[in-house]
């Protein structure tokens, strides 16, 4: 494949990103429809139950007369069953089209490698696997909800240049500046729900939203096993959909749910498992450090973003130790700085 397959595959995954927040639970998926190396219609899956990347990228094409002689770049692999709309497969192979290129397979093992397979039954020419770690990559919380049966989990905290996030008596310190809380607020809209223990609930009223950023608000997740908190704190103004992790049984009332789990088992593993159920694909861990502290230890976690102030608390709870550090990225927002940290070995 070329340079100029690549650049189009680039424009395709840069498509397929408009969708986040929105196309979930179905992946990120962008389409361009090529003509000589123009770029004659794209599209991609804005909204879940809402027409496919394919769909609309053939919809843009002006004349259909070209598309037989023409090259579609599609970042996910083509659906080739019935979900909520006809199957991609069969829309490209009545439209005429005759090459198509693919970056990422259906990480379905059910529907793996079908819509590929129907269109070279068809005599369309399909090659697969352009930019395929860029894919993987674009649609990381989607693949690894297919493939580990839990969400991705994203650890945020803020630290002090001396290593602290809180200090020595819990009382809520602003360790991070103003651009760091943009820069978050964006995560939350990114993220599919937001979870902070019960002494960041108590301590901090945090409301859990992305009011800084536009864009959806995470489903907001809570541990209080005992039903502890202060039913005025923000958490509970039913703003937002809320899910309130506990060893009670409490019935819901509006969108705020209890969730009772069993105190015998491990508390995280029955957490995951009811996000999964929910398909809930992506879960922001905004702390405290004895919540970060547990995933850590558990492995169960793919991201973590911490921000570096330059402050000093001298005394207080230091952050978890990541162990073998695989930086990812690193960036200064404003006096702050942002290291993030992927886990190459996740359970
Ligand atoms: N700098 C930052 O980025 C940052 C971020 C968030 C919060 N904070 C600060 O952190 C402070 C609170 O932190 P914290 O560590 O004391 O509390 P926390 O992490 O907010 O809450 C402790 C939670 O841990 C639960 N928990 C954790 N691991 C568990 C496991 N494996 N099994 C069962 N339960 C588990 C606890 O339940 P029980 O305790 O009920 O058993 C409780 O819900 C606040 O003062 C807040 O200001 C700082
Ligand atoms: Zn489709």
């Known amino acids: 494949m070329t340079h100029l397959d690549a650049l189009m595959m680039r424009r395709a995954l840069d498509l ?29 899956h804005r909204q879940y139950g809402g027409p496919h990347a394919e769909v609309n990228a053939l919809a843009a094409v002006a004349d259909p007369d070209l598309l037989p002689a023409s090259r579609v770049y ?23 089209v005759r090459d198509v290129v693919v970056c990422n397979l259906d990480p379905n093992p059910l ?21 395929e770690a860029e894919g993987r990559w674009l649609n990381r919380r989607f693949f690894t909800f297919q493939e580990k049966k839990r969400p991705y989990i994203v650890l945020k905290w803020a630290e002090t240049a001396d290593g602290f996030l809180v200090g020595p008596y819990f009382q809520p310190v602003p360790i991070s500046g103003e ?15 937001i979870l902070v223990g019960t002494r960041t609930a108590l301590h901090d009223n945090p409301r859990l939203d992305a009011r800084e950023w536009p864009g959806p608000s ?12 202060p039913p005025s704190h923000h958490l509970f103004d039913g703003q937002h959909p809320t899910l309130v992790y506990t060893y ?40 405290g450090p004895t919540v970060l502290n547990s995933l850590v230890r ?22 978890p130790r990541l162990g073998l550090l695989n930086l990812h990225e690193h960036l200064t927002l404003g006096p702050d700085e942002l ?7 996740p359970a």
């Open 298 to 319: 558990a492995g169960l976690w793919d991201e973590a973003r911490i921000l570096r102030s330059p402050k000093l608390l001298e005394a207080g709870v230091p952050g």
């Open 248 to 287: 009670r049984s409490r019935p819901a009332r509006g969108s705020l749910e209890f969730v009772q789990l069993s105190e015998n088992d491990d508390l995280f593993p029955q957490l995951l498992d009811d996000l999964q159920q929910r398909q809930v694909q992506s879960v922001l861990v905004e702390g």
């Open 111 to 131: 529907v793996a490698g079908r819509g590929i397979e129907k269109l070279r039954a068809a005599g369309i020419q399909v090659q697969t696997g352009l930019l």
């Open 218 to 229: 995470p489903l907001r997740l809570v541990i209080d096993k005992n039903l502890s908190l």
């Open 339 to 345: 290291f993030v940290y992927l886990n190459r070995t």
């Open 16 to 44: 397929a990103r408009l969708g986040t927040g929105y196309a979930r639970p179905n992946p990120l998926v962008g389409c361009v429809v090529a003509h000589q190396g123009r770029i004659i219609g794209e599209g991609w």
């Open 179 to 193: 651009l760091a809380k943009v820069a978050v607020h964006k995560w939350r809209a990114e993220e599919q729900a």
């Open 74 to 96: 599609v970042t996910l692999e083509p659906c080739s069953h019935h979900g909520k709309t006809p199957p991609c497969a069969d829309l490209l192979i009545e439209q005429g």
